[in-house]
């Protein structure tokens, strides 16, 4: 009997199915600038879109925080205590583990109480966004998270500023609560390897992994690897031209090959030319002409 929680609540009808909270947003007196990745890019997304007028406050789903009985769904209890502390040599260091997976060395030397509000219950409020963006997805046909995308982290291992398994949770969330959904597929167009939901649904057939990556660059996962099922690797530069023809004629391949319940679609905006860590080279239009393709295939 699955467990009772808030992320399943009704939305009212008047909302869309677009998914988000201010609570995303990660300001912690500057450490987050020690990091290339923007832990305040959610925000100006949303504040862009307000201008543009084309939603209000009221109609946007606000996201609930992911508790730990809703991370237990895919985390394993050992992982998330790691999150709260880690001893190591007889002595305690709060934050080691946060510290790693967010790459920011300072964290390490920061009370955990502090690091829980700061940094991770940022990140929780977005895994529950897209645990709750999945069964909006299924009542009305489709939803966005305007946050989460975490694909580097497992049940037992974050990394790659990924606490938490989002993509994992939301898929097993909705196999075990909703009848009729039993198949999904993932199309994971981020520049890095989505290694942390291959390696959860490494032997689950049920899930049908599309990755279109960057080689060569983190996370270099080659157990992950094996459990994906089309793969495409890009190279070093890789423009809008090369890259449309790809996801064109890969995404149509794949989700032809296997008629799933729900698409998970990570869409990582990190293939923008310039960004420092994808190493791919697609302008803003190439973003939006790809998650076109994806949408109408899908």
Sequence with gaps: MPHKTELYEDVPPTCWPIVYSPDYNITFMGLEKLHPFDAGKWGKVVNFLKEAKLITDDSVVRAREATEEDLLVVHTRQYLNRLKKHTMESFEEWSFVVATITEIPPVLFLPNFLV?????????????????????????????????????????????FCAYADISLAIKFLFERLEGVSKATIIDLDAHQGNGHERDFMEDRRVYIMD????????????????????????????DAEYLQKVQAHVESALNEVKSDIVVYNAGTDILDGDPLGGLAISPQGIIDRDEIVFRAA
């Design 212 to 239: 279109v990556y960057k080689r060569y660059i983190y996370p270099g996962d080659g157990f992950a690897k094996r459990a994906i099922r089309w793969k495409v690797e890009l190279d070093w530069g890789t423009e």
């Design 116 to 160: 829980q509000r700061k940094v991770l219950r940022p990140l929780r409020t977005q895994t529950g966004g897209t645990i709750m963006a999945g069964k909006l997805a299924i009542e009305r046909g489709w939803a966005i998270n305007i946050g989460g995308g975490f694909h580097h982290c497992s049940s037992d291992k974050g990394g790659g």
